[in-house]
């Protein structure tokens, strides 16, 4: 996979972290309206998700294999993260 700068890859990959930023500030914004936000915290999660998947893909493409698999392990970032750090906090 080629990851050339502005090439179609990297821009995808930095619109997915634009849009991961852009719902986690709408959500940020609407905490002081009346009104309610245009996303809903599920919104935000998903974009989280594959902001995140794309920064571990990033990763394994610029990195060397085992700093890159580094990288991406200490993250363990899933949907179920928090059920995970409680599940591994009770052990």
Do not use: K, Q, Y
């Amino acid at each position: 996979m080629d990851l050339s700068v502005d090439g179609a890859l990297d821009l995808r990959m930095r619109i997915l972290s634009a849009e991961a930023r852009a719902a986690r500030g709408l959500l940020d914004a609407a905490r002081h309206r009346a009104d309610a936000a245009p996303v809903a915290a599920a919104d935000h999660a998903a974009w989280a998700v594959r902001d995140s998947a794309a920064g571990a893909l990033r990763a394994f493409l610029l990195l060397p294999l085992p700093a890159a698999a580094e990288t991406v392990l200490n993250r363990r970032l899933s949907v179920r993260r928090r059920a995970d750090l409680a599940a591994d906090l009770a052990d």
